[in-house]
């Protein structure tokens, strides 16, 4: 199993230094960088000597699933695959609860398939060049659109495309007081990305007082044989420098 966080480059030295594995930064912020300035990135990051494993954020807010051309969205798309393999990254994130949210005068069954032939495209592309797309269930306040891990199970099944996974946020999944043992629906494999913060509505990094919540979670992932990578995406409240090592720590029960 690989520990990653989710932070930009200015946090990467100390996140290696306190032991994380990888790196999952917000893809959307590079779409503007020019070719000089990410190969500037990216010889920062080898310098360091850390990882991209891979990125989350995948559509800007500016981007809507279904008022936008299609081609609009596919070259943002396209854009973000090029970014990916030039950090040499398996896997892009799409979140982006604003993008995906259904508006409320749309029709629910037109959305679904607009969104389901996109992702469809998004995987092919990402086939091509050896990187996987993870759908990120999100809270009822983050979006109206794919929340529960049963309703990613349920996404993925349909779509039947062999480049798309199931990811669980256990933040998301604490705040839609889901069922644990709706991690037993899922096939074996089938769950491939894991984000996490803290049990709490403050969604800040963990805490030794959050141990035990977490190792319900870290129990249940054993129980299912999940062996993949996690990734801490949370608030920094305190500051990371001053709350990355005990998080860390707390992480280690997934381990």
Known sequence: MRLGICC??????????????????????LQ??????LTETKKLVDDIGFSIDGFNNFFPGSISIYN??????????????????????GYLVIGSGRSRSIPSDFIKEKAEYIFSNIVDSIANLGKQCGIRVFIEPLNYNETNYINTLKDGIQFKRSLNNDNVGCLV?????YKNKE??????????????????????????????EDYEALKIWADKLKDINYNERISLECLWKKGMENSIREAYEQLMVFM
């Open 179 to 208: 069922d644990l043992n709706d991690f037993d629906l899922l096939y074996p494999g089938e769950l491939t990305h894991v984000h996490i913060a803290r049990p709490n509505d403050d969604r800040d990094a963990p805490i030794k």
């Open 8 to 29: 930009g480059t200015d946090n990467f030295s100390l996140a290696k230094n306190v032991g994380f594995d990888y790196a999952e930064p917000p893809i959307a912020p």
């Open 68 to 89: 936008d051309a299609f081609d609009t969205i596919i070259d943002c798309a396209k854009r973000n695959f090029e970014i990916a393999s030039m950090f040499q990254s």
């Open 169 to 173: 946020d256990l933040f998301h999944f």
């Open 32 to 37: 503007n960088y020019d070719k000089t300035l």
